[in-house]
């Protein structure tokens, strides 16, 4: 069992950075694939990111590509996500999500374990 709390979000203008951080708790951690999705009012939820259990493997959407970047550190049971140069259409509920072994990493249904999620907006 995994329990994920993210933080960080708020308004920021467009062109900003936010850097939003998921904490977690429960066993095992080092050993679940992180993912990060989005959730915008009247549309699906969409996959940002997401890194191997050991950080060395990362994946991005291609509208996020070049300006996001997510790392992990196993040891402080931590994932962060670093976004730079927002749009207004970065705006969204962030969730950071986990699940066990390798496949299926743009896909939400694949990923056992959410955190409550924490909104982003950004101004034009």
């Known amino acids: 069992q995994v329990q994920l709390v993210e933080s960080g979000g708020g308004l920021v203008q467009a062109g900003g950075s936010l850097r939003l951080s998921c904490a977690a708790s429960g066993h095992s951690f080092g050993t679940y694939t992180l993912g990060w999705f989005r959730q915008a009012p009247g549309k699906e939820r969409e996959f940002v990111a997401a890194i191997s ?12 590509k070049g300006r996001f970047t997510t790392s992990r550190d196993n040891a402080k049971n931590t994932v962060w996500l670093q976004m730079n140069s927002l749009k207004p259409e970065d705006t969204a509920v962030y969730y950071c999500a986990a699940k066990r ?11 056992e374990y959410w955190g409550q999620g924490t909104q982003v907006t950004v101004s034009s």
């Open 101 to 111: 072994g390798t496949g299926a990493y743009t896909s939400h249904y694949a990923y």
């Open 53 to 64: 259990w050991s950080g060395s493997t990362t994946f991005y959407a291609d509208s996020v």
